[in-house]
């Protein structure tokens, strides 16, 4: 339905670049007003320029969600500026690849502060505000969640974590009238793909082609997946005609998940 979310006030981490920008830009197309929240200057002033073609122009906030000030500072300038909030999109997150035994502490306590911690602490933020608004929270977790695999340890571990985090808070969410999902997406053809793809060529020996086949071949896919994908799931999930889907993950991987769930 065109214009179903006019009105409304979406607020979507990780939204300057890759599958967060087309989920702005979705929202923003069906008359939302997005709120795009990222830590790079340069990201956000491109994803401005994107999402405002689709509709009205996104307000961009520079923050650092691996920390609670970061967080405070976004939920404060938007409880400012609209004073609600009706849908939380969390898709910040870049955890990195690489063999198992190379991977420094570092890295294990970075992608877990923006991907789990980051998504915890929006969703309590802005509880109140989604609660009043009868609002939508979709996390965007990732396919590795339960496909896990030997060069993606932290990735597959903190999107399993985001997912049964979300799974509680849906229990929550059924109290207080607030839906709760997940979308795992599989392979996406995003900047974050191919930095991926970097990483585990240099854990691996293989080349970035070999791996960039193997990423369809491999499970026998058409395609790679597109950002528009993740974005189309996101935008239903979050609309009325969703209402009773509460607590769920969905893959959005042309099948590559085999397992039955």
Not at 92 to 112: C, H, I, K, Q, S
Not at 185 to 199: H, N, V, W
Request: with cysteine.
């Amino acid at each position: 339905m065109p214009g179903q979310f006019q009105g409304k006030v979406v607020v979507v981490t990780g939204g300057s670049r890759g599958i967060g920008r087309s989920v702005a830009a979705a929202f923003a197309k069906e008359g939302a007003q997005t709120v795009i929240v990222s830590s790079s200057d340069s990201n956000l002033a491109s994803a401005k320029a994107t999402v405002a073609k689709s509709g009205a122009e996104p307000l961009t906030i520079n923050a650092n969600l691996k920390t609670l000030e970061g967080c405070q500072q976004a939920f404060k300038t938007v409880q400012d500026k609209f004073g609600r909030c009706d849908v939380l999109v969390n898709s910040a997150g870049a955890t990195r690849a690489g063999n198992f035994v190379d991977l420094p502490d570092e890295a294990w306590m970075d992608g877990y502060g923006l991907k789990l911690f980051g998504c915890v602490r929006m969703c309590r933020l802005f509880w109140p505000m989604l609660k009043a608004a009868n609002g939508h929270v979709v996390n965007i977790g990732g396919g590795a969640a339960r496909s896990p695999g030997a060069d993606f340890s932290i990735g597959a571990s903190v999107n399993a974590a985001m997912g049964n985090f979300s799974k509680a808070l849906s229990q929550l969410g059924k109290r207080d009238g607030v839906n709760v999902n997940v979308v795992h997406p599989g392979a996406t053809e995003t900047e974050r793909f191919y930095e991926l793809i970097e990483q585990r060529s240099k854990a691996s020996g293989k080349s970035v082609d070999d791996l960039k086949k193997e990423a369809t071949a491999k499970d026998g896919l058409r395609r790679l997946g597109q950002p528009e994908d993740i974005a189309a799931l996101t935008l239903f999930l979050c609309s009325e005609s969703a209402r009773h889907i509460q607590g769920t993950a969905i893959a959005v991987d042309g099948g590559s998940t085999v397992g039955y769930y």
